[in-house]
């Protein structure tokens, strides 16, 4: 049976006390093992604390006298914090609800309910208080919040847990709407039960029912307007399952303090919404009061942002090859280093449904240039991925190697994995690898040199991606040209002014104190490794570039490809939308424009993509149909927007094909320089996955939509031309042939 401890509010009830207190007595004694009524009194003038202290003489019944505001909320409240038992009830003291109820609560609460409400069936009660009381039930209980509940009833039972986690703001006479839905929220299960409401026993009602339902009503209407809060999970839950919350009864564990206004859980802080709203509004009344005008305004502000993206990218690259940014570590450097001097290192591998690439991926930890008593290779695997578990299980593993099994729980993200990996590292350095990609050997050493020569501000240590599969078909060819700008030109180029760097989804070094100073990464962001490198730069940190190279899998399947780059943009949406929310932080001085640098960056590229169909539209219809709509088209246009719009399509699409080949060039990519004239359907493609990538954010804002990756182990051609870039064999034999049993103790399930 369960310990509870029963709330009364007092307010001049020495009529109904004595029987109150003797029905709940006996009730409690048959149904509980240990039990308290508590009653806290709100300054009564009657004889009520009298009859209570006769009780308490030989009773486990507590008398306090109130302390804070008057109304029945605020001496439920002070009551709960009194309470020794973690379950906790409530009645009125008027009689109305009957005590021998609480028995078939406890039944619920039994059963698995965390809350258990008294449903009342009214009798001998005045019609308008059975109007006033079932308007409410209905009204702003059941349609406005959902509840098919008597929230305002006055017997209620739950856990006292509940009322620790919950932050409640009620009104005098307003506990129980709030603590409902607010326990709803946070994940509780509430059940009801019927009873008999009847008339009160002894004594007036102590406020107006008319001010009481005015009152009610309005902060229904305000809980709703104010809308669902975060719930923490409680330090106990915290130590056994990890940082969380609850949010519209959904429980969230993601393993990170980063706190959820850092975060891109929510799609759009509240003064954003506002701001979308007006300008919206604007756009709309604009173009009902002077349409051309509007639209005048608005391809002028078009055609200024593609003019300014274009000298950005055009100075960027300028820089990238006039002052060579990226930190070169010579071999004699790495040579020198002796290996117990080095520190150890953890690699954080998350993998989900792609235990196929596995042999690959430890052939290719297994050539690092480092010592392996110094490695800590972590594995991280979703609890729910049994497939991949049991695979893992038959690999002959280094025994370097550490598989943690990530416990199910929302989100399902890599970030995720990796804030679950970060609570067990123990290298003083760590880095994230994908499970197919192949680093240079030499790179840790090389990250190790770099941290010791740039400036104590870095503290992240990028490494270039590209791919070891560029010739597998026509679109990996011009994905790797892609890789091979943004890497190796647009990158070093940002680094050259200390601007905001967006990491790559790999390679990315840390020292691991940084790591948990930065607190780990954005569960909910699809893209965290953008996230992550504008959060250092608000933080007052920076990354470099370092000349070292990780090849991964360029995505040979179109449909695949697709998802992949909805996601990404996906995420470079949440990245945009969560770093406005402070974008003061950006803004270093005006040596340091980072807010400029992050419009340009991460909010210019992807509007671009937006936009692209529409300007290529005006475009491609201004020069078929000249005769009929040119001198329409012409009039959007004023001179100054004109030339810049003529410079942007002439020069600009100029520009940026050529960028490309530039980045082929430096890559040594020759034979894929020819590919570059397809770019333009490339970019058709990306500003579809561009629209896609909102309809997902609205859709499924943390939904990650997971890559397939080893496409090109189930190529033969593909798979040769993988072994002739690396120069050997994609998975060495000696380490993956034969299945054996882990030894026990491998995998850690915490």
């Not at 009730?27 to 009653?39: Q, S």
């Not at 449904?353 to 979703?382: C, G, H, I, N």
């Not at 370097?400 to 123990?426: D, I, Q």
């Not at 990464?521 to 965290?528: G, I, L, M, Q």
């Amino acid at each position: 049976m369960a310990n509870i401890s029963v709330v009364v509010p007092v307010l001049n009830e020495e009529g109904n006390l004595k029987l109150l207190i003797y029905r709940l007595l006996d009730v409690l004694k048959k149904h509980t093992d240990r039990y308290e009524i508590i009653l806290v009194d709100d300054h009564s003038t009657d004889k009520s604390k009298q009859i209570i202290a006769d009780f308490a003489k030989t009773n486990p019944v507590r008398y306090f006298l109130k302390k804070g505001k008057i109304g029945k909320a605020q001496s439920l409240m002070e009551g709960f914090s009194y309470a020794k038992y973690d379950l906790v009830g409530f009645i009125d003291g008027d009689l109305q609800y009957p005590p021998e109820a609480i028995a078939e609560m406890l039944t619920k609460i039994a059963a698995g309910a965390d809350v258990v409400v008294a449903n009342r069936h009214e009798s001998r009660v005045s019609l308008r208080r059975k109007v006033i009381s079932y308007g409410f039930r209905y009204l702003f209980g059941r349609f406005l919040h959902g509840l098919n509940y008597d929230v305002q009833s006055g017997l209620k039972l739950f856990q006292k847990v509940i009322i620790q986690r919950l932050t409640l703001h009620p009104s005098p006479w307003t506990f129980d709407l709030e603590f409902l839905t607010k326990a709803r929220n946070a994940g509780y299960l509430i059940a009801g039960v019927d009873i008999t409401f009847s008339k009160r026993y002894s004594g007036q009602p102590k406020i107006s029912l008319f001010k009481a339902a005015v009152q009610m009503g309005w902060q229904a209407l305000k809980i709703k307007m104010l809308g669902n809060e975060i719930v923490p999970l409680l330090p106990k839950q915290i130590a056994k399952e990890g940082e969380g919350f609850h949010y519209r009864g959904i429980k969230y564990v993601h393993h990170t303090k980063l706190h959820h206004s850092e975060s891109a859980f929510h799609r759009l802080s509240r003064w954003q919404v506002v701001v979308i709203i007006l300008l919206l509004a604007i756009v709309v009344i604009g173009l009902i009061y002077h349409w051309h005008t509007a639209i005048v305004i608005l391809l002028a502000l078009l055609t200024v942002l593609y003019f300014l993206d274009l000298f950005f990218n055009f100075f960027l690259i300028y820089r990238s090859f006039s002052k060579d940014p990226e930190i070169k570590i010579p071999k004699e450097e790495t040579d020198q280093l002796k290996d117990r001097d080095l520190p150890v290192y953890t690699i954080f591998c998350p993998l989900y449904r792609e235990w196929d690439v596995l042999p690959q991926f430890v052939t290719a930890m297994s050539r690092l240039d480092y010592p392996k008593e110094k490695l800590q290779v972590m594995l991280l695997l979703e609890e729910d991925d049994t497939d991949s578990l049991k695979h893992v299980k038959n690999y002959h593993l280094p025994s370097y190697f550490e598989l943690r099994v990530v416990p199910h729980s929302l989100p399902k993200t890599k970030p995720k994995a990796l804030n679950y990996g970060l609570k067990f590292a123990k290298g003083e350095y760590a880095v994230v690898y994908d499970a197919e990609d192949i680093p240079e050997p030499r790179q840790l050493k090389k990250a190790l040199i770099a941290f010791s020569k740039v400036d104590p501000k870095v503290v992240c240590i990028q490494a270039k991606l590209n791919f070891y599969n560029p010739h597998h078909n026509v679109l990996t060819r011009i994905f790797s040209a892609e890789y091979s700008l943004w890497f190796d030109l647009v990158l070093t180029g940002l680094q050259s002014i200390s601007a905001p760097i967006p990491l790559g989804g790999t390679s990315n070094h840390f020292r691991t104190k940084d790591l948990h100073t930065l607190q780990g990464w954005d569960s909910f962001n699809v893209t965290e490794d953008c996230d992550l490198g504008m959060r250092l730069v608000k933080r007052g940190y920076l990354t470099a570039v370092i000349d070292s190279m990780t090849l991964e899998e360029a995505n040979s399947s179109v449909k695949n490809w697709f998802f992949q780059r909805t996601r990404w943009i996906k995420g470079y949406l949440q990245t945009y939308l969560v770093h406005m929310r402070k974008p003061r932080a950006f803004f270093k001085g005006i040596k340091n424009p980072h807010l400029v640098t992050f419009q340009l960056i991460v909010g210019g590229k992807v509007l671009s993509m937006f936009i692209n169909p529409l300007m290529w539209t005006i475009t491609i219809v201004y020069f078929t149909l000249r005769p009929y709509v040119g001198t329409f088209i012409d009039s959007f246009f004023p001179a100054p927007v004109l030339y810049m719009a003529v410079f942007s399509l002439v020069f600009g699409n100029f520009l940026y094909m050529y960028y490309y080949m530039i980045g082929c060039a430096k890559r040594e990519y020759d034979d894929i320089i020819k590919y570059v004239f397809l770019v333009p359907f490339y970019w058709l493609m990306m500003s579809v996955a561009t629209w896609h990538a909102v309809y997902r954010i609205i859709r499924t804002p943390h939904y990650w939509n997971k890559t397939p990756h080893g496409l090109h182990l189930k190529h033969k051609k593909g798979s040769l031309q993988a072994k002739t870039v690396i120069g050997k064999e994609l998975v060495d034999q000696k380490l993956t042939a034969y299945p054996i049993e882990l030894p026990v103790g491998f995998i850690k399930k915490d």
